[in-house]
């Protein structure tokens, strides 16, 4: 397994997210990392029809790098009904909960109600 580091991220911007089968989803938009490690944990996938894109967040947990994409470990329907946001919003607070709950991962804010996701 290869992990997206934050010093690698513009590199794979632009690069072609694929499911376990093979099926491309999206092309990868932004990475966000878990503000409690540093380490990357979603990754934001441009959906949709050319004129009415929007960004489906993905856990990054077991993805892989190839030549030129990025295999997510959860299937492309999956994918497509998970929380989004407009290709110029940003993730508010509030709907971070959601994104966990949508893939039945735990969600863990900070001692203080910190964020648990930041966009690099």
């Known amino acids: 397994m290869t992990t997206i580091n934050a010093a690698d991220i513009r590199e794979w911007r632009n690069r072609d997210v694929v499911d376990s089968e093979g099926h491309r989803i999206g092309v990868l938009e932004s990475v966000y ?15 949709g029809l050319p004129t009415r894109h929007r960004l489906a967040f993905v856990p990054l947990d ?5 030549p030129g994409y990025v295999k997510v470990t959860y299937p492309k329907a999956q994918v497509k009904n998970a929380p989004s946001i407009g290709t ?14 949508h893939y039945g991962m735990e969600y863990r804010p900070g001692a203080g109600g910190e964020r648990q996701l930041a966009r690099r």
């Open 62 to 66: 077991d993805a892989v790098l190839g």
């Open 33 to 47: 990392v878990d503000t409690a490690t540093d380490e990357s944990a979603m990754a934001t996938v441009r959906i």
């Open 88 to 101: 110029d919003d940003i993730l508010p607070a509030e709907g971070e909960e959601a994104i966990f709950q």
